[in-house]
Every structure is written in C-alpha cells, then in structure tokens.
C-alpha cells in the first residue's frame, strides 16, 4: 500500500511542521513578551496621562449641588439633544410606544400612565416614591436598572451629573 519512501516523506512533513511551529513560536515569544532580556531593573520609557482616576481623588472636598438646583440652572436646549437617546424608545406626544410616553412626567404618579403595562418592580416602586419628582428622575435616569431592580427599561442610564440635569430640564419645560 505505502512504500517506505512516502511514509518517510509524511513523518518528515510533519516533523518539519512542528519545527516550524516551535520556531515561530520562540520567535513570537521573543518578540512580545514583556520584561524578558531586559533584567528586574528595566525603567518605563514614558507614560501617556489619560486624565481618569487622579481627578476624582483630588477634589473631595467640593461639595454637592442638589439635583434640584442643576435642574434649575440647566440648558434645555442640551437636553433636548440628550432626549435623542430616550426618543427610541418614548414620546412626547401622548402615545405610548416601547416606553411610556414623557409627557408631563414631572410631579406625575411613577406606574402612572394609563394603559402601559409596567413591570412588577416598577409598580412596587410607585409605592416608595409616589411621584416622579426631579430628584427621582434624575436618579432613576442615572442608572435605571440599578435603581429600580428588574425595571423592564434596558437602558444603561446617563452616567453624567449634567446630561441628567439638561434632560430633566427640557421634559420640565414641556409641561
């Protein structure tokens, strides 16, 4: 069936393969491991500042606007164009659509549009906070999984203080 020749030209195929493997390999290795050759005493070239982490530690001591106060002072307009994230799923026209409609929502009952099917979480929140003040749509629309726990809103939230305040401002200003 096989002579001898093509069974030595296969393990010959295979040996040279695994050669070439282990090479490449040992190349590769050489090439981009960190801290090999260069001996424990190896200095970095340089480092690119990106500006997180050290801010946030070195000013601790300013001190906290109330929501309430961020929302007053807040611009409209760039809420409006922070809307645009929310418009995908809610409208400001008194229909429903994936969300409950925003029309009017500041001061209006949490669970409290007629004909929404609202999550059983969201319902049992109502009973803690009544009303949808400024405070608590800020706070919800920072991270609205977090606050109101199997909520059926996927939306990851705005995570900046001010995006907040804008967009609050502007559905405030439809009232």
Not at 60 to 65: G, I, L, S
Not at 140 to 146: D, G
Not at 159 to 169: F, G, I, S
């Amino acid at each position: 069936m096989f002579d001898t020749m093509t069974l030595t030209k296969a393990v010959g195929a295979g040996c040279g393969a695994l050669l070439v493997f282990l090479l490449g390999s040992w190349a590769a290795t050489g090439l981009y491991t960190t801290g090999g050759g260069h001996g424990e005493d190896a200095v970095q070239a340089y480092v690119i500042e990106t500006g997180g982490g050290g801010a946030a530690e070195e000013e601790p001591d300013a001190e906290a606007v109330p929501f309430a106060e961020l929302v007053a002072a807040a611009d409209p307009a760039a809420g409006q164009k922070v809307y645009a994230k929310c418009a995908a799923c809610h409208k400001l026209d008194g229909s429903n659509a994936t969300g409950p409609h925003l029309d009017g929502i500041i001061d209006r009952a949490v669970a409290g549009v007629d004909g929404f099917a609202y999550s059983d979480a969201m319902v049992a929140h109502a009973a803690d906070a009544p009303a949808w003040t400024v405070e608590e749509l800020g706070a919800f629309v920072q991270n609205p999984r977090s606050h109101v726990p199997g909520t059926k809103m996927t939306f990851a939230g705005l995570p900046k203080e001010q995006d907040r305040a804008d967009v609050v401002a502007y559905l405030a200003s439809l009232q």
